[in-house]
Protein backbone atom coordinates (compact mmCIF):
# COMPACT_ATOMS: atom_id res chain seq x y z
CA UNK A 1 0.00 0.00 0.00
CA UNK A 2 0.79 3.61 -0.35
CA UNK A 3 1.57 5.22 2.76
CA UNK A 4 2.48 9.32 3.29
CA UNK A 5 4.22 9.73 6.73
CA UNK A 6 4.91 13.42 8.04
CA UNK A 7 6.52 14.70 11.09
CA UNK A 8 6.23 16.09 13.38
CA UNK A 9 2.65 15.94 14.35
CA UNK A 10 2.64 18.93 16.20
CA UNK A 11 5.56 21.73 16.41
CA UNK A 12 5.96 24.79 18.64
CA UNK A 13 8.84 27.66 17.30
CA UNK A 14 9.31 30.83 18.30
CA UNK A 15 9.87 33.90 15.67
CA UNK A 16 12.64 34.20 13.58
CA UNK A 17 13.64 30.33 14.10
CA UNK A 18 14.21 27.72 11.47
CA UNK A 19 12.12 25.24 10.41
CA UNK A 20 12.56 21.80 8.49
CA UNK A 21 9.37 19.32 8.10
CA UNK A 22 9.63 16.14 6.32
CA UNK A 23 7.55 14.03 4.32
CA UNK A 24 8.24 10.14 2.68
CA UNK A 25 6.71 8.29 0.61
CA UNK A 26 6.44 4.60 0.67
CA UNK A 27 4.73 2.02 -1.86
CA UNK A 28 5.12 4.39 -4.74
CA UNK A 29 7.98 5.49 -7.15
CA UNK A 30 7.99 8.65 -8.97
CA UNK A 31 5.20 10.88 -7.17
CA UNK A 32 4.26 14.35 -7.88
CA UNK A 33 4.80 15.31 -4.16
CA UNK A 34 2.90 18.93 -2.64
CA UNK A 35 3.51 20.90 0.27
CA UNK A 36 0.28 22.75 1.14
CA UNK A 37 -0.53 24.75 3.95
CA UNK A 38 -4.12 25.14 5.90
CA UNK A 39 -4.38 27.97 7.87
CA UNK A 40 -7.12 28.31 10.85
CA UNK A 41 -10.49 28.07 9.53
CA UNK A 42 -9.19 28.59 5.47
CA UNK A 43 -8.56 26.30 2.69
CA UNK A 44 -5.96 24.73 1.57
CA UNK A 45 -3.03 26.72 0.02
CA UNK A 46 -0.47 24.96 -2.75
CA UNK A 47 2.69 26.00 -1.92
CA UNK A 48 5.17 23.85 -3.71
CA UNK A 49 5.11 20.58 -6.34
CA UNK A 50 7.61 18.25 -7.01
CA UNK A 51 7.31 16.21 -10.30
CA UNK A 52 10.56 14.28 -9.76
CA UNK A 53 13.79 14.38 -7.97
CA UNK A 54 15.29 18.19 -7.46
CA UNK A 55 12.69 19.63 -9.17
CA UNK A 56 10.40 22.00 -7.27
CA UNK A 57 8.14 24.34 -8.75
CA UNK A 58 7.01 27.03 -6.06
CA UNK A 59 3.10 28.51 -6.48
CA UNK A 60 3.59 31.64 -3.31
CA UNK A 61 6.66 33.64 -3.08
CA UNK A 62 7.30 33.35 0.70
CA UNK A 63 10.10 33.12 3.03
CA UNK A 64 9.39 29.10 2.88
CA UNK A 65 11.58 26.74 0.60
CA UNK A 66 11.56 22.50 -0.94
CA UNK A 67 13.59 20.51 -1.89
CA UNK A 68 13.58 16.68 -2.89
CA UNK A 69 16.43 15.16 -2.21
CA UNK A 70 15.48 11.58 -2.95
CA UNK A 71 12.69 10.49 -5.16
CA UNK A 72 10.15 9.63 -1.82
CA UNK A 73 11.26 12.33 0.45
CA UNK A 74 10.71 16.02 -0.13
CA UNK A 75 11.41 18.44 2.79
CA UNK A 76 9.68 22.14 3.64
CA UNK A 77 11.85 24.67 5.52
CA UNK A 78 12.57 27.97 6.25
CA UNK A 79 15.45 30.40 7.70
CA UNK A 80 13.25 32.48 9.92
CA UNK A 81 9.57 31.98 10.42
CA UNK A 82 7.01 34.40 10.73
CA UNK A 83 3.63 34.55 12.85
CA UNK A 84 2.23 33.76 9.64
CA UNK A 85 3.93 30.59 9.17
CA UNK A 86 1.47 29.33 11.58
CA UNK A 87 -0.68 26.61 10.47
CA UNK A 88 -1.65 23.17 9.39
CA UNK A 89 1.05 21.86 6.35
CA UNK A 90 0.20 18.98 4.82
CA UNK A 91 2.28 16.91 2.37
CA UNK A 92 0.50 15.08 -0.28
CA UNK A 93 1.50 12.56 -3.40
CA UNK A 94 -0.62 12.08 -6.98
CA UNK A 95 0.45 11.25 -10.54
CA UNK A 96 -0.68 13.75 -12.80
CA UNK A 97 -4.26 15.32 -13.65
CA UNK A 98 -5.24 12.85 -11.14
CA UNK A 99 -6.52 12.59 -7.37
CA UNK A 100 -4.34 13.55 -4.87
CA UNK A 101 -3.48 11.83 -1.61
CA UNK A 102 -2.42 13.35 2.28
CA UNK A 103 -0.21 12.41 4.84
CA UNK A 104 -1.12 13.26 8.02
CA UNK A 105 0.20 16.94 8.31
CA UNK A 106 2.40 18.90 11.17
CA UNK A 107 0.33 21.35 13.31
CA UNK A 108 2.74 24.80 13.54
CA UNK A 109 2.29 27.12 15.86
CA UNK A 110 4.94 30.29 15.43
CA UNK A 111 5.04 32.05 18.87
CA UNK B 1 -13.56 35.97 -9.34
CA UNK B 2 -12.04 33.07 -7.45
CA UNK B 3 -10.74 29.63 -9.09
CA UNK B 4 -12.89 27.31 -7.17
CA UNK B 5 -16.02 28.61 -5.10
CA UNK B 6 -18.21 27.00 -2.31
CA UNK B 7 -20.96 27.97 -0.07
CA UNK B 8 -18.40 28.11 3.41
CA UNK B 9 -22.30 26.97 5.20
CA UNK B 10 -22.60 25.77 7.49
CA UNK B 11 -25.28 23.48 6.85
CA UNK B 12 -27.17 21.86 9.51
CA UNK B 13 -29.29 18.88 8.85
CA UNK B 14 -30.89 16.46 10.81
CA UNK B 15 -29.91 12.82 10.42
CA UNK B 16 -32.01 10.90 7.54
CA UNK B 17 -31.91 14.40 5.67
CA UNK B 18 -31.07 14.82 2.16
CA UNK B 19 -28.27 17.69 1.41
CA UNK B 20 -26.45 19.26 -1.85
CA UNK B 21 -23.28 21.27 -1.99
CA UNK B 22 -22.54 22.84 -5.10
CA UNK B 23 -19.31 23.89 -6.47
CA UNK B 24 -18.62 26.58 -9.24
CA UNK B 25 -15.16 27.09 -11.28
CA UNK B 26 -13.95 29.71 -13.20
CA UNK B 27 -11.55 27.76 -15.95
CA UNK B 28 -13.59 25.85 -18.46
CA UNK B 29 -10.30 24.17 -19.43
CA UNK B 30 -10.63 22.03 -15.90
CA UNK B 31 -10.24 18.47 -16.55
CA UNK B 32 -10.61 16.90 -13.26
CA UNK B 33 -12.53 17.23 -10.44
CA UNK B 34 -12.91 15.44 -7.14
CA UNK B 35 -14.66 15.84 -3.44
CA UNK B 36 -12.58 15.26 -0.55
CA UNK B 37 -13.81 15.27 2.88
CA UNK B 38 -11.64 16.86 5.90
CA UNK B 39 -12.70 15.96 9.83
CA UNK B 40 -11.41 18.49 12.13
CA UNK B 41 -7.94 18.54 12.39
CA UNK B 42 -7.26 16.33 10.29
CA UNK B 43 -5.86 15.67 6.74
CA UNK B 44 -8.27 15.98 3.96
CA UNK B 45 -9.30 12.61 1.89
CA UNK B 46 -11.02 11.22 -1.10
CA UNK B 47 -14.32 11.08 -1.19
CA UNK B 48 -15.03 10.56 -4.85
CA UNK B 49 -14.48 11.76 -8.35
CA UNK B 50 -16.71 13.33 -10.51
CA UNK B 51 -17.42 12.63 -13.91
CA UNK B 52 -19.86 14.28 -16.52
CA UNK B 53 -22.23 11.29 -16.80
CA UNK B 54 -22.46 11.35 -13.07
CA UNK B 55 -20.65 9.11 -10.27
CA UNK B 56 -22.99 7.52 -7.03
CA UNK B 57 -21.44 5.38 -4.09
CA UNK B 58 -23.85 4.56 -1.43
CA UNK B 59 -25.40 7.32 -0.24
CA UNK B 60 -23.12 9.64 -2.04
CA UNK B 61 -23.61 11.33 -5.86
CA UNK B 62 -21.42 13.71 -7.47
CA UNK B 63 -22.25 15.14 -10.56
CA UNK B 64 -20.66 17.57 -12.78
CA UNK B 65 -22.13 20.43 -15.26
CA UNK B 66 -19.23 21.24 -17.78
CA UNK B 67 -22.06 23.77 -19.24
CA UNK B 68 -22.73 26.07 -16.39
CA UNK B 69 -19.02 25.08 -14.73
CA UNK B 70 -20.34 23.54 -11.60
CA UNK B 71 -20.26 20.13 -9.54
CA UNK B 72 -22.56 19.21 -7.32
CA UNK B 73 -22.45 16.02 -4.17
CA UNK B 74 -25.95 14.80 -2.73
CA UNK B 75 -25.96 13.34 0.15
CA UNK B 76 -28.75 11.11 0.93
CA UNK B 77 -29.90 9.99 4.01
CA UNK B 78 -27.26 11.52 6.66
CA UNK B 79 -25.32 10.26 9.04
CA UNK B 80 -23.99 12.14 12.35
CA UNK B 81 -20.82 10.79 10.69
CA UNK B 82 -21.23 12.85 7.82
CA UNK B 83 -20.33 15.73 9.86
CA UNK B 84 -17.24 16.96 8.23
CA UNK B 85 -16.18 19.79 6.06
CA UNK B 86 -16.33 18.61 2.10
CA UNK B 87 -13.82 20.24 -0.29
CA UNK B 88 -14.71 20.89 -4.18
CA UNK B 89 -10.99 20.14 -6.14
CA UNK B 90 -10.08 21.19 -9.10
CA UNK B 91 -6.99 20.27 -11.68
CA UNK B 92 -6.25 22.67 -14.31
CA UNK B 93 -4.33 21.06 -17.69
CA UNK B 94 -0.51 21.04 -16.92
CA UNK B 95 1.44 24.57 -18.07
CA UNK B 96 4.17 22.85 -16.72
CA UNK B 97 2.56 20.73 -13.82
CA UNK B 98 -1.09 20.55 -13.51
CA UNK B 99 -2.55 22.89 -11.02
CA UNK B 100 -4.66 21.55 -8.24
CA UNK B 101 -7.71 23.96 -6.58
CA UNK B 102 -9.01 23.52 -3.59
CA UNK B 103 -12.63 25.34 -2.99
CA UNK B 104 -12.66 26.61 0.56
CA UNK B 105 -14.90 24.16 1.45
CA UNK B 106 -18.42 23.40 2.94
CA UNK B 107 -19.41 22.33 6.96
CA UNK B 108 -21.28 19.67 7.27
CA UNK B 109 -23.31 19.05 11.04
CA UNK B 110 -25.57 16.44 11.08
CA UNK B 111 -27.34 16.25 14.38
CA UNK B 112 -29.55 13.70 16.11
Redesign the interface.
Known sequence: SQTIHQWPATLVQPVGSPLSLECTVEGTSNP?L?W?RQAAG???Q?LF?S?GIGQI?SEVPQNLSASRPQDRQFILSSKKLLLSDSG?Y?CAR?Q??????????T?LTVT | RKEVEQDPGPFNVPEGATVAFNCTYSNSASQSFFWYRQDCRKEPKLLMSVYSSGNEDGRFTAQLNRASQYISLLIRDSKLSDSATYLCVVILPPTGGFKTIFGAGTRLFVKA
Open positions: NYYRGLLYVSFLGGGYEQYFGPGR
